[in-house]
């Protein structure tokens, strides 16, 4: 494989050397938050969202190939795994793993040397995260198979806010009890279904800055499917492509909303019941960070409609300008 830029595209090059000597000194196990940033390829990013918005409702899962750079994983390129999915879970089984192992010798037959860095999966309407089930597998893999990084993607939030909303983890070891509140991402909007799910194993693990970079032969690649398809990006709206996630979303927020005003009730009749206000005062503000959240994507879906509505269907409403004689 040969590099078109060797300047911009630096960060393809691959030493084997330099990877073994890494491996070989392990600075991750004397420090559990060794690792810090995560650069992930454009299209490789590209390829993760796609295969998780292919898999609608139910999680998918992969593999990101790539390397190490200090305190930070350089993700080069990903493939899908083809791995038994539900709405709630994915588990690799033993024909994943022969897949896995055979696109790996491949990809060196071709001499695409990149090891497995990481393995992403999708969170289809219900943040990035990890449940028990994903810090399980990602103790296991962090055991056998480090260094090794998680990465979670929601592809309906994607659709709804306009960016990718993508997270990147990494477990603490076993015992381990981290200074700070563990995952560290602050206030997400979460299911009533996922709260308990979310909030039971946040201090298993720590966030990972996610950052992107393009390579020449990305920003080719890029350009190409924008050629291809800038028509039916431009005519498509996430208020309809995303009408189902927006409607969960309501449900969901109808739900806290019933909860908050029982909790309200409850505190009302007084300490002698048991019911304080604090709690009652933190429901009620995430009912309205959530209400914000949902509000402000379909704006952002009403504006962008808007806009394309005054560009394309006010071109030929424009008045035509006739000299004087």
């Known amino acids: 494989m040969q590099l078109v830029d060797e300047h911009r595209d630096a960060l393809y090059t691959y030493s084997e050397a330099e990877q ?3 491996n070989a000194a392990k600075p991750w196990k004397n420090d559990p938050n060794h690792f810090k940033h995560v650069r992930i390829s454009a299209v490789a990013l590209l390829k993760m969202v796609m295969h998780a918005r292919s898999g609608g409702s139910i999680e998918v899962m992969g593999l990101m190939q790539g390397k190490i750079e200090g305190d930070t994983f350089i993700v080069t390129d990903a493939f899908r ?6 709405e709630t879970r994915v588990n690799a089984q033993d024909e994943a793993n022969e897949y896995m192992v055979g696109y790996l010798e491949k990809c060196r037959e071709q001499g695409k040397m990149e090891n497995a860095v990481g393995w ?8 990035c995260w990890l449940s028990g089930i994903d810090v399980a597998t ?7 198979q480090d260094p090794f990084l998680a990465v979670v993607i929601d592809p309906d939030r994607t659709i709804s806010a306009g960016k990718v909303e993508i997270g990147a983890f990494r477990t603490f070891p076993e015992n381990y009890k981290p200074a700070d509140s563990g995952s560290g991402d602050g206030y997400q ?35 190409q499917l924008w050629n291809k398809y800038w028509v039916q990006t431009l005519s498509q709206s996430p208020l309809f492509t995303n009408r189902e996630y927006s409607s969960k979303q309501m449900l969901d927020l109808s739900s806290k909303i019933s909860q908050a005003a029982g909790a309200i009730s409850r ?14 005062d933190k429901d009620l503000e995430k ?7 949902i509000a402000g994507e379909e704006m952002t879906g009403l504006m962008a409609g808007e ?13 035509t300008t006739v000299a004087a004689p």
Do not use: M, W
């Open 81 to 86: 795994l083809p791995v038994e999915g539900t």
């Open 267 to 280: 505190a009302g009749r007084g300490p002698s019941q048991g019911y304080g206000t604090k709690g009652v």
């Open 189 to 223: 909007t979460i299911p009533l279904s996922k709260i308990e799910d979310f909030g039971a194993h946040s201090s298993r693990y720590y966030s990972l800055e996610v950052s992107h970079y393009k390579s020449s032969l990305d920003t080719h690649l890029l350009e």
């Open 120 to 127: 992403y999966h999708s969170h289809p309407g219900y943040g």
């Open 307 to 319: 806009i394309k509505t005054k560009l394309f269907n006010g071109l030929g409403d424009q008045p």
């Open 138 to 144: 990602q103790a296991t893999q962090q055991t056998f």
């Open 20 to 22: 073994k000597a890494i």
């Open 287 to 293: 009912v309205v960070k959530d209400s914000n959240k």
